[in-house]
């Protein structure tokens, strides 16, 4: 009666299986197409689950975590700034505090009214436990003067302040809340955005219901009141292929960061909409400036002649991203016209400059191998690059490029924690690499000595004094000016080679008056209405 | 039989210290700070110092390596490091996926392979043991992603029987199933076979036909059970390797089970998380291993454990 065990067996598995479905903690619907699209919810298909919703805790505020939270000021798609939950701020003379008057009307999704005294302690909060706290600048103390009334007292002027409010970093959350719920706080965060926090499944899908008693919509939305929609889900989604089926069979309206191979089969259907985005960063190549090679300003220079950008966005990008010669992206406050068409002027491709300056550092090809030498040893440098498939791209295109300058260069595919790694440790010649931020204070985060995040190890004492001044300097116009002076040291003594600045790319499908803000780089969700 | 289980229970833990001791270099010979990792690029010093404390990553190696193991079989995996979530839970909450999906493969791999198998041994060198060698071969060799984006294209996206991805109760496991169920219903097929086919060849075989028993009765009764070990054991291993995460499968069709899990642990460098998770799979595989065997002395009586 040997079968009778085995079917036994065979019995015993499906009463497992069934028990197991039945027991599974997994609800269903969660992920549901069908409710998804068909109700009134703004579905977007997004990569990646955010790790916190706790905007004091997490790594980086991004789309799916920040939505909740609203700046106390914030800039048009122009770039232009606006009063957000501040109605107006002011800057004392010395530069050292900041007073906001904030709007009287706003209210935390647990219902609380929002006070500067409750805004006092959501920055005491951040100051408290934040990682990044560094970015908000010097800050001695905060206080709330009167219930609406809330001044920022800095230890010395710091003038990038004004683009880390815009970014989001010191947005208030809900203090109160946050003291009660304690780590819980990241499962169910309050704060006074148009949406409110409604469930989540942990990389499946993250869900928010409009804030009914929403009222303060910015200056630049039609809609000040409530959403025009009842909910949002993002859905998490890795697979490329995956993600473009179901915005094609209509399960989402948003299809975040396409595919940019798959945009033009996109834009063949009827009704879909692509949206460009630029990113607030560049990438770049980061030379080891304190390599042997890259401590001689004359081969930094010939490597940036070397390179031509227009093929790596055409090819390695799909089309979608622009070359960029200078240090600032033109969506970062401090971006300078001048500067990036002098830089242009200084480093398009160029083989015949770039083979004179080698030939003036000592590199010639004395062996008719194409590939330049000095005492008998060809040129062959390292550059290190991540598995992102954009990079593994461009990395290749640069390896020719840089090939028909007489430059041997090895692709080595490494992890980005390795890359970074070895930069700390100045172990690597060049690595392909990003940095994005809203002000041009990044300079001072990538270059200035005092910062551990360096990945060119430049050490340009004249470029520090700008930087820092940059940071004091709180007229404007000054300031603007002290950032075109630190930018032309960069595109003059070139530690890096700016390469590209990328687009994302947003196909939508249904729904109207969904816009991204390249200034804030957040969904303005005012005036999305979906299409029934 | 109980002492045979306490003994293989017993090498169990031998095994799974073994296991903590390879999880726990292999975790921390990785170059980059992993505190440096999660803070992220902009975090200021203190703060990284601080985080570095919190991992214990200040003390020294084999301090570390003691109480890492002291809270693994005191059942405390640990805390992920980006979501704040015991580890332990976040494994039990995407486990039930996972274990549907493996169950439901190993049921199509079972009933395809053994079927078909069986099949082409009885009918050896036809046309029809050919198309079955040939369909086990595509079976096998088919890249997973590619069946799991046909199926999703035919039955999800054209005739809308499936949800594309995401999970909605069991009937979205199916294609996933199904695709890691084909590749599998392959080597099974193939097993099945060949073993069958040595089986086919014995004495007692030809006795039973002989004694006038129908080809079908003989090949149940007497033929399967005997050619059916190996393939019990292929099923075990493979039922482990698939309640150890089937990657690309989960990742294709966005299943919040433990394989999708350990991809994001393991991008986001979270050490707690990938740490518990290997050692779960570890167990899981021995586990597994363990029943198997304890399967074999009910199919087959000559099979003895002492």
Known sequence: MKIHKWKQGAMSVFVATALIAGCSSQPTNQTGNDTAAKGNTLVIASLTDPDSLDMHKTSWLSMENSLIYEPLLTRDATGKLHPGLAEKYEISQDGKVWTFILRKDVRYHSGDPMTAASVKDSFDRLLAISPVKGLAGPIEKVEATDEHTLKVHFSQPFAPFVNVIVGGLVSPLDAKKAKELG???????????????????????????????????????????????????????????????????????????APPNSVAELETLPGVKIEKVMDIGNKYIALNNKHPLFSDV?????????????????????????????????????????????????????????????????WTDSN?????????????????????????????????????????????????????????????????????????????????????????????????????????????????????????????DLPWVPLWVSETVIATRGVKGFTVNPYTQGITLHDVTLEK | MRRYVIKRLLSLVGTLLGVSVLIFLMVHLIPGDPATQILGQFATPEAISQMRAKL???????????????????????????????????????????????????????????????????????????????????????????????????????????????YEGIHSLLLPAITLGLAEAGMIARMTRSSMLEVIRQDYMRTAEAKGAALFRVILSHGLPNAIIPVVTMLGLQFGALMAGAVVVETVFSLQGIGSLAIEAISKRDMPTIQGMVFFMALIFALTNLIVDLIYSRIDPRIHFD
Do not use: C
């Open chain 1, 368 to 492: 008719g191998d194409g590939i330049v030498d000095k005492d008998g040893k060809p040129l062959s440098v390292e550059m290190l690059v991540s598995q992102e498939p954009a990079f593994q791209r461009a990395v290749q295109i640069l390896q020719s490029q840089l090939k028909e300058a007489g430059i041997d260069m090895k692709i080595s595919v490494q992890e980005m924690t390795t890359i970074k790694e070895r930069i700390s440790k100045k172990s690597y010649d060049m690595a392909l690499m990003y940095y994005g931020w809203f002000d041009a204070d990044i300079l001072y985060l990538i270059f200035e000595k005092s910062n551990s995040t360096s990945r060119t190890h430049y050490n340009n004492p004249e470029l520090d004094v700008l930087l820092n001044k940059g940071r004091l300097e709180m007229n404007e116009q000054s300031r603007l000016k002290i950032y075109e002076e630190a930018q032309e040291i960069l595109v003059n």
């Open chain 2, 56 to 166: 214990g990553l200040d003390q020294p190696l084999w301090q570390q390596y003691l109480r890492f193991v002291g809270n693994l079989f005191a059942g405390d995996l640990g805390t992920s490091l980006f979501t704040g979530e015991k580890v332990w839970d976040q494994i039990m909450n995407r486990f039930p996926i996972t274990m549907q999906l493996a169950i439901l493969s190993v049921i199509i791999a079972a009933i395809f392979g053994i079927l078909l198998g069986t099949i082409a041994a009885v009918k050896q060198n036809t046309i029809i043991d050919r198309l079955v060698v040939l369909a086990s071969l595509l079976g096998i060799s088919a890249p997973g992603f590619w069946i799991a984006l046909f199926l999703i294209w035919i039955f999800a996206y054209k005739l809308a029987l499936f949800p594309i991805s995401g």
């Open chain 1, 183 to 257: 780590d819980g706080f990241a499962d169910n965060p309050s704060a006074t955005g148009p949406i409110i926090f409604d469930k989540r499944e942990r990389g499946a899908s993250l869900t928010y219901k409009k804030n009914p008693d929403y009222n303060w919509g910015p200056e630049y939305a039609a809609n000040k009141g409530p959403l025009q929609f009842d909910s949002m889900m993002f859905r998490f989604m890795k697979d490329d292929d995956t993600r473009l089926m179901e915005f094609k069979k209509g399960t989402v309206h948003v299809l975040y960061d």
């Open chain 1, 298 to 362: 004359r081969l930094r220079k010939a490597v940036a002649l070397s390179v031509d950008r227009d093929p790596l966005v055409q090819v390695a990008l799909n089309g979608f991203g622009k070359p960029v010669y200078g240090p600032l992206a033109p969506t970062i406050y401090g971006y300078s016209e001048a500067i990036e068409s002098k830089a242009k002027q200084l480093y398009t491709r160029d083989l015949g400059k770039a083979r004179q300056l080698l030939a003036e550092a000592g």
